[in-house]
């Protein structure tokens, strides 16, 4: 049902290595097959061409080996080490280099044996065979040759490799070396000043189309203006932002004119909410004639159409919005009063201490090694309960979901919602909680050693559900000092549960406004070097259960989240270890605590230098399986993590909600 395509298009053209269990060996001694022979595919009919050939003469003979996935078409280069020869294979009727080998060349049986000679294939001391593929990015109009990206080629090879593409390509002087791992990318250092190459990274930012989620909406079409904080979004709009917006509200679509971080909380949002999302340059151009009007927006993996919509596709999706699914949030637990330390948690305790707080006690309680939580404790449910039953809040909210002008105007809802959080955080904390909370963050900084600031972070009952996220809805505030100031930032926290986009997201879902409450979760901060998200699933393909992806930047986390800077992007296969490097993060700045409190900007000293090292990914992914061992495997996991140093932190873990169908 939902979709989350990201724009990944580049690993369309790099072979995944198959479960090696089912590889052949290749002999040391095997030359050529003595000419290629025909085959027809089961499902394709008779074939006029050979199903391989050794040398592709002409755009004719490229489009009949080639085929296409998204945005690349591509063909599979064999080079026989022993003998030189080159082998085109129709990447059609062989999905994997390995498959064609022993079809064609080798004609030997598979057993266990096998596998393990032929693997070494993929290493540095290759015995018998280089595997390459030649792409045409489309979209970009460049060539380029490139391995499996767990390939451990060395430059000797990718010499050779270009050597037989010169004698036997049609268009070799237009191809460049596209290293796709770490390893690959210090060969193409290797040889810069003999072979050109270009990265995923350059190929991806050259990209004029973006897809987030794939999708079909029907809304009013509206380009949006000035400074978007400012607006306010209706459920049935379309909207084209200059830029991605954080604190989006739910909309039925959205083109954004700058690209960002897939997995940006709004672009997790939309995917939760099944909605098209896709950048692209020039949109407001595109389509300005549209604007005001009812249109239908498809966005696809190559590009977008939006046009007007027909009173059929209007009325289809009207039904579609009355059907919409509800999420029943848990039941408050408003009996709980003790200030409970994460090791104090299990998951069974989110009704009093929200899902976020619970889940990160199941973590620590699960005692896994190398995955470590940031001490901290949580300040159950029935506090935020007693805080605004104080000061008449559940009876102002009574009136306000049964007004009307609050239930049809956006903005209404906008500036009533501004006046229930000031009276939230203008009202004092009850002394019972102001004792509480000081002896706790006492013995938490204590225990911490130095004075370490806190962060106060929201865990209420509408969030990190199965269904419903509520990723970015909710106030974080960072690098806390002194017990007044956590009291003041607890209010925050309790008051953005009367956040706009907060209030929107449940309306979408059916969720009951009156049974949502806010419980805070107080955390050591720490001073990240790098810090980002992943996910335990592949973003295209639904059947590759080994793919995680990576997205990170230098400092602390934030900005990966909020999703207006590209971070660096990497798919990593947790069975043969095949790391992908997609996007590098550039960024001159990255943030870091501030002494006084809160963070600053500082220039980045490690510009230029991957984030994303092989050990530090290795790191993630053996902690997300571990991860994987503790919740419900039905739905992958939507992981936060930070660095400190190589040291790993985990500061969330909740149910994935996109994905490919």
Known sequence: MRRLFFVLLLIAAC??????????????????????????????????????????????????????????????????????????????????????????????????????????????????????????????????????????????????????????????????????????????????????????????????????????????????????????????????????????TPVAGIVSESFSTPLSHVNLRAAAWDVPNAGMNGATKAFAALEGKVVRYEAGTLGADIRLATPEEIAAAQKAKRERTTIQVPKANLGATSLATLNELHAADASAYGTKAANLGEIVNAKLAGVAVPPGFGIPIGYYAKHVEAIGIPAQLDELLADPKFKSSPAERKSALEKVRKRIKDAPLAPELVALLRDSLAKLTEDAGADPGVFVRSSTNAEDLDGFSGAGLYDTVPNVHGAAAVGDAVKQVWASVWNLAAYEERELYKVDQKQVYGAVLVQIGVPATAAGVLVTAHPTDKKDKHTIQINAKSGLGMRVVDGKKLPEIVLYNTFNKGLRIVSRSDEDTMLVFSGDGGVREVPNPKKGEPILTNARVEKLAAAALKLRGVFPKERPLDIEWVLKGEELFIVQSRPFMGGPD
């Not at 085929?67 to 129709?90: C, I, M, P, S, W």
């Not at 000797?156 to 290293?179: G, N």
Request: net charge negative.
């Open 15 to 248: 072979d995944r290595k198959a479960n090696t269990t089912e590889a052949q060996p290749a002999s040391s001694k095997a030359g050529p097959a003595p000419s290629a022979s025909i085959a027809a595919p089961v499902d394709a009919g008779p074939r006029a061409w050979p199903v391989w050939t050794a040398k592709i003469a002409n755009e004719e003979e490229f489009e009949h080996y080639s085929t296409q996935t998204g945005n690349e078409r591509f063909l599979k280069l064999v080079v026989d080490l022993h003998t030189k020869a080159t082998y085109y294979a129709d990447a059609d009727l062989y999905p994997m280099h390995k498959d064609f080998i022993f079809a064609e060349i080798l004609k030997k049986p598979r057993t266990p044996e096998a596998v393990a000679a032929f693997d070494k294939n993929y290493g540095k001391d290759k015995p018998d065979f280089l595997m390459l593929y030649v792409v045409h990015h489309l979209k970009q109009d460049v060539w380029t040759l490139a391995y499996w990206e767990g390939d451990k080629a060395t430059a000797a090879h990718t010499r050779l490799a270009f050597e037989r593409l010169k004698a036997t390509f049609y268009a070799a002087e237009k191809v460049k070396l596209r290293p796709c791992s770490n390893d690959q990318e210090a060969v193409a250092k290797e040889l810069a000043g003999e072979i050109e190459s270009i990265s995923n990274d350059a190929l991806y930012k050259a990209l004029s189309y973006q897809l987030f989620h794939a999708g079909v909406a029907v809304g009013k079409l509206r380009v949006v203006r000035g400074n978007p904080e400012r607006a306010v979004f209706a459920p049935d709009e379309i909207v084209i932002l200059s830029e991605p917006l954080t604190d989006l």
